[in-house]
C-alpha cells in the first residue's frame, strides 16, 4: 500500500474538514498559557543588550543573551524602582521572573522580577567601568579637593543612628574635641542607600549659614566594614557625583582599612575607618592646650629678650647724644653776636630810609604837579567830548526809528485795516445768519414731526376711536380677562366718558351709566308719544 495518497481525492478533503479551526487569537493565547505554565518561575543568566534607559512609561526594554541564543527581556516600572542594580549595557546579570509570550508579535520574552550581577567578578568588572567613567570626567582630581578645618564648630555625619558607627564617631569626638554634631540619618545597606546617602549630602549643603540649624564645617559619611555586595550603594553614581559636588569638605569613611569605594575617590579626605574620621575631623584639645601653653611661653620669654636688648640700645644712644650745654652753646652764641648788631642795624636802615625820602620829596615841585593836574584835566575833557559824541549818535539813532514807527503808524493803514474788518464782520454775519436760519427750519420740522407722533401716542385720540380703558374698584388698569372676576365691579373710560359695569358669567355686562345730576329748575322732558 502507497504511503501516499491524493488530497484532491475525497477522503483527503474529508480528513482535512474533520479538523478542529482555531482563530489566531485561540492559538496565540493557548501558547502563552502553556509556556507562562512551563516557565512560571526562573532564574536566567545572560548579558545584557540594546539597553537604552526606561522608557517614557518607565518600563525597560532590552534583551539577554548568550553565545548562541538571544530572548527578549522587560522590566515594568514597579520592579524596575525597586532594583538594587540599575541595567547596564554588555553586563552579566542573573535575572529571576517568568517567561511569557507576547500576541502581537509573536514573541516570547521574560518579564523580569529582580536583577543581579553574575558574580563578583561581574561586580568588580562594572565597579572597575564605573571608576573608569567618573575619573574621565575630573571627579577623583586631587586639585578639586579642599583641605579640612583645623578646629570645625559643627560636624555633619551621615550614617546609620543605630549601629555602632555613630556611637564610635561620638566617643572619639568627645574624647578629643568636644564640638556640636550633626546626624543625618540614613540606610547604609540596601536599594535605596545611594539615594539617601546623596540626599543627605545635599541636604547639608543646602543648609544656610547662621540659620537655626548650624551648617557643618566638614561632612563624614561612615559605615562599617562589610562585603563588596554590602557596601555596593556606596558605589552608586549618584553618591560620587554629590560628594564631589559638595562644597563642605568630606570625610569618607566606608569600611575598613582595606574596603575601597568610590566615594573614597571623590572624597577631600579617605579615613581608614569611622573612628580615623572622627581624628581627621578633629584635633586633640590637651594638645591644642599644651601647644597654646608653650607658644604662650615662647612668647613671653621673647617679649622680655626683645625688651632687654631694646632697653640695653637705647642707654647706649643715651650715652652717645650730647649735652644740653652742648647743643644750645653755638645758638646762644649766635644769638648774642646778632643781638649786639641789631642796634647798629636799625640806625642804618633808619638813615637810609631817610635818604630815599629826602630824594623823592625833593621831585615834588608845584611846578611838577600843576602839570599833572592839566595831564588829568584834559584826560577828562577828552572823556566827556567822547561822552557827548555817543549821546548824540544814539540820540540820533533813536529819532531815526520813531521816524519809522510814525509812518507805519499813519491814519491811511489804520483805515485800510478798519474796512477790511468790517468786510469781513458783515460776510460772516451773513453767514451766521444762513446758518441760524438753517438750524431753525430744521429744528421746527423736527418739532412738527415730534408732536404728529406723540399725538398718535395719545390715550384720548385712542380712545376716540373706538377703544376703552378697564380699570377695577382702586382704579387699577386692567389689561387682561383672566384679571376680572365674577362679580367685580368695574369703570370703563370712554373718550366722552366713564361708565360702571358689573362683570357677569357667560353674559354681557350690565352698564351702570353714571349721569349727571339735573341742575335746580330743569324739569324732567316728557316722552314723546306714538304718531299713529
Not at 489804520?414 to 430744521?442: K, N
Request: glycine residues 8%; proline residues 5%; hydrophobic residues 40%.
Amino acid at each position: 500500500m502507497s504511503d501516499f495518497f491524493d488530497i484532491d481525492s475525497p477522503t483527503a478533503s474529508q480528513a482535512v474538514t474533520n479538523l478542529t479551526e482555531f482563530t489566531v487569537s485561540e492559538i496565540s493565547g493557548s501558547i502563552k498559557r502553556t509556556v507562562e505554565d512551563a516557565f512560571g518561575h526562573v532564574r536566567v543568566r545572560g548579558e545584557i543588550s540594546g539597553y537604552r534607559g526606561p522608557h517614557s512609561s518607565g518600563h525597560a526594554y532590552f534583551s539577554l543573551k548568550d553565545d548562541r541564543s538571544r530572548i527578549e527581556a522587560v522590566i515594568w516600572r514597579t520592579s524596575f524602582a525597586k532594583l538594587r542594580f540599575k541595567p547596564e549595557e554588555g553586563m552579566e546579570v542573573i535575572a529571576t521572573g517568568k517567561v511569557t509570550t507576547y500576541p502581537g508579535s509573536s514573541k516570547y520574552q521574560i518579564v523580569i522580577e529582580a536583577l543581579e550581577p553574575a558574580g563578583a567578578g561581574a561586580l568588580m568588572a562594572l565597579l572597575e567601568e564605573r571608576r573608569r567613567k567618573l575619573a574621565a570626567e575630573g571627579l577623583f582630581e586631587d586639585a578639586r579637593k579642599r583641605a579640612l578645618p583645623l578646629m570645625p564648630m559643627t560636624i555633619g555625619v551621615v550614617t546609620s543612628p543605630t549601629g555602632a558607627v555613630i556611637r564610635d564617631i561620638l566617643h572619639r569626638i568627645r574624647d578629643r574635641f568636644p564640638v556640636h554634631v550633626l546626624v543625618w540619618p540614613v540606610r547604609v545597606q540596601g536599594e535605596t542607600t545611594g539615594m539617601e546617602v546623596s540626599n543627605a549630602i545635599a541636604g547639608f549643603n543646602a543648609l544656610p549659614a547662621g540659620g537655626s540649624i548650624p551648617r557643618p564645617d566638614v561632612l563624614i559619611v561612615a559605615r562599617g566594614g562589610g562585603s563588596l555586595e554590602d557596601l555596593w550603594g556606596f558605589n552608586d553614581e549618584i553618591v560620587v557625583r554629590a560628594a564631589a559636588s559638595s562644597s563642605i569638605p568630606l570625610i569618607s569613611a566606608v569600611g575598613h582599612e582595606t574596603d575601597w569605594t568610590l566615594i573614597d575617590h571623590a572624597a577631600d579626605r579617605r579615613a581608614p575607618t569611622p573612628t580615623g574620621a572622627a581624628e581627621m575631623a578633629v584635633p586633640v584639645r590637651a594638645d591644642l592646650e599644651a601647644g597654646l601653653a608653650q607658644l604662650s611661653a615662647r612668647l613671653s620669654g621673647c617679649m622680655s629678650r626683645h625688651l632687654d636688648q631694646r632697653r640695653q640700645v637705647l642707654r647706649q644712644t643715651a650715652r652717645a647724644l650730647p649735652s644740653i650745654d652742648t647743643l644750645f652753646a653755638l645758638p646762644r652764641r649766635h644769638f648774642d653776636e646778632v643781638s649786639a648788631k641789631l642796634g647798629r642795624a636799625l640806625e642804618l636802615n633808619t638813615l637810609n630810609k631817610r635818604r630815599a625820602f629826602e630824594a623823592r620829596a625833593s621831585r615834588l615841585t608845584p611846578t611838577t604837579l600843576d602839570a599833572r593836574i592839566k595831564d588829568r584835566r584834559q584826560r577828562v575833557m577828552d572823556l566827556i567830548i567822547r561822552g557827548e559824541r555817543i549821546v548824540e549818535r544814539r540820540l540820533d539813532r533813536t529819532r531815526s526809528g520813531l521816524t519809522r514807527i510814525e509812518a507805519q503808524l499813519s491814519l491811511r493803514p489804520i483805515e485800510l485795516r478798519i474796512e477790511r474788518l468790517s468786510e469781513t464782520m458783515a460776510t460772516r454775519q451773513e453767514r451766521a445768519d444762513r446758518a441760524m436760519a438753517r438750524r431753525l427750519e430744521r429744528l421746527r420740522g423736527q418739532m412738527v414731526e415730534q408732536s404728529r407722533v406723540l399725538g398718535s401716542l395719545n390715550p384720548d385720540n385712542v380712545l376716540r376711536r373706538g377703544y376703552a380703558i378697564v380699570r377695577d374698584e382702586t382704579g387699577q388698569a386692567l389689561s387682561l380677562a383672566e384679571q376680572i372676576g365674577s362679580g367685580q365691579r368695574l369703570s370703563l373710560k370712554f373718550a366722552d366718558g366713564i361708565v360702571d359695569a358689573l362683570a357677569l358669567d357667560g353674559s354681557a355686562p350690565r352698564k351702570l351709566v353714571r349721569k349727571a345730576p339735573a341742575s335746580e329748575g330743569e324739569g324732567v322732558k316728557p316722552k314723546q308719544g306714538s304718531l299713529f
